[in-house]
């Protein structure tokens, strides 16, 4: 399996401003998804970060409001950007390992008041 | 035709019981069918996972059961424990091409000691 971390763990940001989470993993990996998961609820996609290339946003998701980084096979970043207080969730990203397998990081815990 | 339906919403258990959490999906190209353990605070955690191509598989107290003509697949804890107590979430996905994990709602499970 992959070990994942991110960073900040969790967070309290002001409407308007931005916040850029990293996403860390101990071995290279093709994929790399980012989740939200808001309070109390499942999991939706926001977006595949595509290494060397730009990410690929799901429907209702675009790349001003969550621009994402791949700048290799370990690392990528998702800020949210002009926070508002529905972008309260926890922000998390995975890996795809072994073609199949998805691993999910610690999550980013983001309350913006 | 991307929807993945669970149920219950929440269910409680008495220790040493069997909890059964039950899963519907509509996409027939989904060949990945994956559940995931979440403690509160933490990431989700894979915890078992299936192909169409078999009805059953097991691992330890944890059974997914699928039914591929009624598009449907249940995971079955046996001997319940009160570590148990976690929020569970299916999944399903195609494993060709990036691997977009479509969530179902979720299942709060409480083991009662």
């Known amino acids: 399996s992959a070990v994942i971390s991110q960073k900040p763990s969790r967070d309290i940001c002001q409407r308007g401003t931005s916040l850029t989470i990293q996403c860390q993993v101990d071995?290279?990996?093709?994929?790399m998804f980012w989740y939200r998961q808001q309070p109390g609820q499942s999991l939706t996609l926001i977006a595949t970060?595509?290494?060397?290339?730009?990410?690929?946003?799901e429907s209702g998701f675009v790349i001003d409001k969550f621009p994402i980084s791949r700048p290799n096979l370990t690392f990528s970043t998702l800020t949210v950007s002009n926070m508002s207080p529905e972008d309260s969730s926890i922000y998390l990203c995975?890996?795809?390992?072994?073609?199949?397998?998805?691993?999910f990081g610690p999550g980013t815990r983001l309350l913006v008041l | 035709q991307q929807q993945v339906k669970q149920s219950p919403q929440s269910l409680i258990v008495q220790k040493g019981g069997i909890s059964i959490i039950n899963c519907a999906y509509e996409?027939?190209?989904?060949?990945?069918f994956p559940w995931y353990q979440q403690f509160p605070g933490k990431g989700p955690a894979l915890l078992i996972a299936?192909?169409?191509?078999?009805s059953e598989k097991k691992e330890g107290r944890f059974t997914i059961s699928f039914n591929k003509s009624a598009k449907q697949f249940s995971l079955h804890i046996m001997d319940s424990q009160p570590g148990d107590s976690a929020t569970y979430f299916c999944?399903?996905?195609?494993?060709?091409?990036?691997?977009?994990?479509?969530f179902g709602q979720g299942t709060r499970l409480t083991i009662n000691p």
């Open positions: 995975s890996v795809e390992f072994l073609q199949e397998t998805q691993y």
């Open positions: 299936i192909r169409p191509d078999v």
């Open positions: 970060a595509n290494q060397g290339s730009e990410a690929t946003y």
């Open positions: 996409n027939t190209a989904f060949d990945y």
């Open positions: 071995s290279q990996v093709t994929m």
């Open positions: 999944a399903a996905s195609r494993i060709q091409g990036a691997q977009k994990l479509v």
